[in-house]
């Protein structure tokens, strides 16, 4: 049974920001001025569980645009990858259009204001334990991992799992 308030057997996909979500809100600065990211690889390897399962359809809506995120998140599996956002909202509304998704199908992870539309919008509004408290108020599920350690893992496993796609101790034994 998931900790979470939600029938997660409606999500049929999840959308993420980078910032603070897959990647820590507070990373280094290089001598050029330009923040570094993180990747957290076993967020990597349940994003990828999630795609290869076909269970899920994965999209990133970021207002960062650096070179390699797209590298990245593509190796992973993510077909849809929106970088350098504006309106974010805009951006999921016609993503959810073009995918035929209901919002009770789609679980949105954001940290900061910018996100707190499409928080809004969907069924299931998850937030880091990190998130601005308008995040986290706004969340079905705050998650115990803060942006960049394992976020995306907590929620992916719950839903994978709900949906009979995660790993068991005997798959596991088997190979
Ligand atoms: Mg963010």
Redesign the pocket.
């Known amino acids: 049974m998931s900790r979470i308030a939600y029938d997660l057997s409606l999500i049929r996909a999840v959308v993420f920001?980078?910032?603070?979500?897959l990647s820590p809100?507070v990373v280094p600065l290089g001598d050029d001025g330009v923040p570094r990211r993180m990747a957290n690889l076993r967020d990597g390897y349940a994003m990828v569980r999630a795609v290869r399962t076909d269970a899920l359809d994965l999209c990133i809506i970021?207002?960062a645009d650096a070179p390699g995120l797209r590298g990245r998140f593509s190796l992973i599996g993510v077909k849809d990858i929106f970088l350098a956002a504006g309106n974010k909202l805009d951006l999921l509304k016609a993503w959810m259009a073009s995918r035929n998704l209901a919002p009770e199908e789609v679980a949105y992870v954001?940290?900061?204001i910018?996100?707190l539309p499409c928080l809004l919008h969907v069924g299931l509004p998850v937030a880091p334990a990190d998130a601005a408290h308008e995040c986290r108020e706004a969340a079905i599920l705050v998650t115990k991992a803060a942006?960049g350690y394992g976020v995306a893992r907590e929620l992916l496993e719950e839903i994978l799992k709900v949906k009979g796609v995660w790993p068991t101790t005997g798959d596991i034994a088997n190979g």
């Open positions: 920001d980078i910032d603070g979500v809100a970021s207002g954001g940290d900061d910018p996100d942006g």
